[in-house]
């Protein structure tokens, strides 16, 4: 139920002059949480919000701005920010893992380097992720024509041991349907496209219900800041949380990019049998008036695409509505048109061998390699320009991700096509199976994993040494205690562990350099050899044959277990709730940035949450005047600073931010440099009343902001002792735990830091009541 505050004599707010009152607004981090544990009390009222994302108080302070209750309160009035099922809601959010490379593609629109007079790059920077993005689309729609199509249509329903031995295709089977109707190589083809085009429909469902409930959600309308402050990040204009129009073009884009893939496979198939000697004429041309349709529409695709980005400058109301609806309604057009071309009647027509995969697959590759080679180059021209030295990759994060991303969907499509074709024909003797290329890139993934595995190990080696350089540090910092080994090895092991996250750049550098340069090898092989990698490697060597078969089983092996895994982990997080929530944590840390590279990732939650914060601090404080902590924990304190550039600057200048166990600069501002990079912060420094930081060294994933100058000291805390006591005392009879990343307000240092930010504070002065009735006053 949601309380509606109490209010003055006048019907207006109560203003903390009468009350006294002030407001800490806490925001949780990854994971989720309830508001009876953020608050420390099992009785809460919701404030504000829904189901899905609320502010919640405790029962006792829900009128607290009031003088009847507030009078005598020593502290600040706790409310937290709940916005977990953003996340993890209801089972359909399984559904998300099949969008895992759109999610990693679309974070390396956003990881592009700091930028300053280099419009035109930037934009060629987003165009590029753009296009890596829509050929992650049709590789996925082209993996799910390979199964429906080639394997199970014109395979298998093709070759009559395959087809006994599942009778579901016997109607397709010219000999066990007797050549039935449906038995026409055409036909089936037709009637196996209604798979991948559910897989489109489904995708476009997804997008377009996300987006309803998330890019919809309107941010406050205010005045955008002068853009001549290029410290300024683009967090702060007002329609960078408002991202509806260009979802809904992109939106349409891909979903025509997928239809006109089905198409091609559809109506290309039938055109090669007209075009052979003796074919018929007639749909001989219409197979080419089909095939220029499709390159027409697939042309005006590619223009929508990289036709318009982002418009953060203002709230962009617009919707292309002729062309969100016509390009898909245009693209599902032609493969109708394709499937009645295909299943027109033609003597003598029969499948055997493969569909034309490899020349799809391979396509497909090349281009992805050359657009992350392009976007590396770009984004060594960015970085050229303003070097951050603290920026991942020294600005080639970006480009690595995409790779990453193209990776993934590699995988993802081979797993699927070799675990069909195993389970169709699992001897390999009655279809010649999926594509060789698809076997070629199987057949990698164990040396792209051995040169992890050695990657691991040296780290492995690195982190025991830097465990052993800091038991001196560690014995140190609590001199007076008596010493105990294990303790001592225990808590230092802990901080070298925690400095893993900064070793993550050289890791992601290791894996997409290892897998662009064996993709690419794989490539040349299929398309030279037009084998597999066992068949090619027969009379040479016997080390290099061994090594061939050796590698091609095993990359087979692991192709398939990862898809079972991903299957079972699915089937687990739909019926499971602590499991979706798990595969909500990873959503988190991904789906905080806008959809500006693909339509079909999982939504940006920071839609919803950062104008949900916004509108509470603007609404609070222009009703009460009074004092505000902004208290972030982990991914909250990243929301918490996002909703305050997002304030107008004079409210921003009432705002306190209390930060722990915060990412900002050690994961954004490194990875995210064009957005929280060291100016970007700094600015948020000097745009707020007062800002500290808390992070010890045993925390994997917060840190300090690292301010230059004077500002790092006025921001940063020194580094928190973790855990608060060595061993036991009369005070801690029981050995302290060590904290990491978790309850940082169980240490005396935050109550301190919140006094004294709270002590910076100073309620606004209250101007004069207004006499129009409204209950307002004027500022």
């Known amino acids: 139920m949601e309380h509606v505050p109490a209010t003055g004599t006048d019907g207006s707010a109560a203003r903390p002059e009468e009350s006294g009152t002030a407001l800490e607004l806490l925001v949780h981090g990854v994971g989720g949480t309830t508001p009876e544990k953020m608050l420390d009390d099992p009785r809460t009222v919701r404030i504000t919000g829904d189901d899905v994302a609320a502010v919640f108080r405790r029962a006792d302070d829900v009128d607290a701005e009031t003088a009847e209750t507030g009078n005598g309160r020593t502290g600040p009035?706790?409310?937290?920010?709940?916005?977990?099922?953003?996340?993890?809601?209801?089972?359909?959010?399984?559904?998300?893992?099949?969008?895992?490379p759109f999610m990693v593609v679309n974070l390396a629109h956003w990881m592009r380097p700091t930028a300053r007079g280099r419009t035109r790059t930037v934009r060629l920077y987003g165009l590029l992720v753009r296009l890596a993005g829509l050929t992650l689309t049709v590789l996925l729609v082209a993996a799910a024509c390979e199964v429906a199509l080639d394997l199970a249509a014109w395979q298998c329903a093709g070759t009559h041991a395959c087809a006994q031995s599942h009778s579901w295709l016997g109607f397709l089977s010219p000999e066990d349907s007797n050549a039935g109707?449906?038995?026409?190589?055409?036909?089936?083809?037709?009637?196996?496209?209604?798979?991948?085009?559910?897989?489109?429909?489904?995708?476009?469902?997804?997008?377009?219900?996300?987006?309803?409930?998330?890019?919809?959600?309107?941010?406050?309308?205010?005045?955008?800041?002068?853009?001549?402050?290029?410290?300024r990040t683009a967090l702060g204009r007002p329609g960078f949380w408002y991202g509806r129009r260009l979802v809904a073009r992109l939106r349409a884009a891909h979903t025509a990019a997928g239809l006109l893939t089905i198409a091609a496979a559809v109506g290309s198939t039938a055109a090669r049998f007209d075009r052979e000697p003796g074919g018929p004429a007639l749909l001989d041309t219409l197979g080419r008036l089909l095939q220029t349709g499709l390159v027409a529409v697939g042309v005006a695709v590619v223009w929508v695409v990289c036709r318009r980005?982002?418009?953060?400058?203002?709230?962009d109301r617009i919707l292309d509505e002729n062309l969100v609806r016509r390009l898909p309604l245009t693209a599902l057009l032609l493969l109708a048109l394709a499937a009645v071309y295909a299943g027109w009647e033609r003597p003598g027509w029969q499948s055997h061998g493969r569909l034309p995969g490899d020349a799809a697959f391979g396509g497909i590759t090349f281009v992805q390699g050359v657009l992350v080679l392009a976007l590396a180059a770009v984004a060594h021209v960015l970085y050229r320009t303003h070097p951050e030295p603290r920026a991942a990759m020294r600005g080639l994060g970006g480009p690595a991700v995409a790779m990453l991303a193209c990776a993934l969907g590699g995988v993802m499509s081979g797993g699927v096509s070799q675990r069909v074709a195993d389970w169709l024909d699992g001897t390999?003797?009655?279809?010649?199976?999926?594509?060789?290329?698809?076997?070629?890139?199987?057949?990698?993934?164990?040396?792209?994993?051995?040169?992890?595995?050695?990657?691991?190990?040296?780290?492995?080696?690195?982190?025991?040494?830097?465990?052993?350089?800091?038991?001196?540090?560690?014995?140190?910092?609590?001199?007076?205690?008596?010493?105990?080994?294990?303790?001592?090895?225990?808590?230092?092991?802990?901080?070298?562990m925690a400095a893993l996250t900064d070793r993550g750049p050289r890791l992601l550098g290791v894996t997409s350099a290892s897998t662009l340069l064996l993709g690419a090898g794989a490539l040349v092989g299929a398309?030279?050899?037009?084998?597999?990698?066992?068949?090619?490697?027969?009379?040479?060597?016997?080390?290099?044959?061994?090594?061939?078969?050796?590698?091609?089983?095993?990359?087979?092996w692991l192709i398939g277990l990862g898809f079972l895994v991903f299957v079972t982990w699915g089937r687990r997080a739909y019926k499971d709730p602590s499991a979706r929530r798990t595969i909500g944590i990873l959503w988190d840390v991904g789906t905080?940035?806008?959809?500006?590279?693909?339509?079909?990732?999982?939504?940006?939650?920071?839609?919803?949450?950062?104008?949900?914060?916004?509108?509470?601090?603007?609404?609070?404080?222009?009703?009460?005047?009074?004092?505000?902590?902004?208290?972030?924990?982990?991914?909250?304190?990243?929301?918490?600073?996002?909703?305050?550039?997002?304030?107008?600057?004079?409210?921003?200048?009432?705002?306190?931010?209390?930060?722990?166990?915060?990412p900002l600069e050690r994961l954004y501002g490194r990875w995210f440099p064009a957005h929280f990079g060291p100016a970007a912060l700094t600015a948020l420094h000097h745009d707020v009343d007062c800002w500290r930081n808390l992070h010890r060294l045993t925390d994997p994933i917060g840190g300090p902001v690292r301010l230059p100058g004077d500002c790092g000291p006025e921001v940063d805390r020194e580094p928190l002792k973790d855990p608060l006591v060595y061993g036991r005392t009369d005070l801690h009879p029981l050995p302290a735990p060590i904290l990491g990343h978790s309850d940082y307000q169980a240490d005396p240092a935050f109550a301190e830091e919140r006094a004294k930010l709270l002590g910076r504070l100073r309620p606004d002065v209250p101007g004069p009541r207004s006499q129009d009735g409204s209950g307002r006053s004027s500022a």
């Open 77 to 100: 009035v706790p409310e937290a920010y709940v916005w977990c099922n953003l996340t993890s809601g209801n089972g359909t959010r399984a559904l998300w893992l099949l969008l895992l």
């Open 181 to 231: 109707w449906w038995s026409r190589p055409g036909r089936r083809l037709a009637l196996a496209s209604l798979v991948p085009a559910a897989l489109t429909g489904l995708l476009w469902y997804l997008s377009h219900r996300t987006w309803r409930a998330y890019e919809s959600q309107q941010p406050m309308s205010r005045a955008g800041e002068p853009e001549e402050d290029r410290d």
């Open 309 to 315: 980005g982002r418009s953060e400058r203002h709230l």
């Open 428 to 496: 390999g003797a009655s279809i010649p199976g999926p594509p060789v290329l698809l076997t070629w890139q199987a057949s990698v993934i164990p040396l792209v994993l051995l040169v992890l595995l050695g990657h691991c190990a040296w780290l492995g080696r690195r982190t025991l040494r830097a465990g052993r350089d800091q038991l001196a540090t560690v014995e140190s910092e609590y001199p007076e205690e008596p010493k105990d080994a294990a303790r001592t090895r225990h808590i230092a092991r802990t901080r070298a």
């Open 527 to 556: 398309l030279t050899s037009h084998r597999t990698p066992a068949k090619a490697a027969e009379g040479s060597y016997a080390f290099v044959e061994g090594a061939a078969e050796s590698a091609q089983a095993l990359g087979s």
């Open 592 to 662: 905080f940035w806008p959809r500006a590279a693909h339509p079909f990732a999982p939504p940006c939650y920071a839609e919803r949450a950062v104008p949900d914060l916004t509108w509470r601090m603007a609404t609070w404080t222009r009703a009460t005047r009074g004092r505000l902590v902004l208290s972030g924990h982990s991914q909250g304190s990243v929301l918490a600073a996002a909703a305050a550039w997002q304030l107008e600057p004079a409210v921003r200048k009432r705002v306190a931010l209390l930060t722990y166990g915060s």
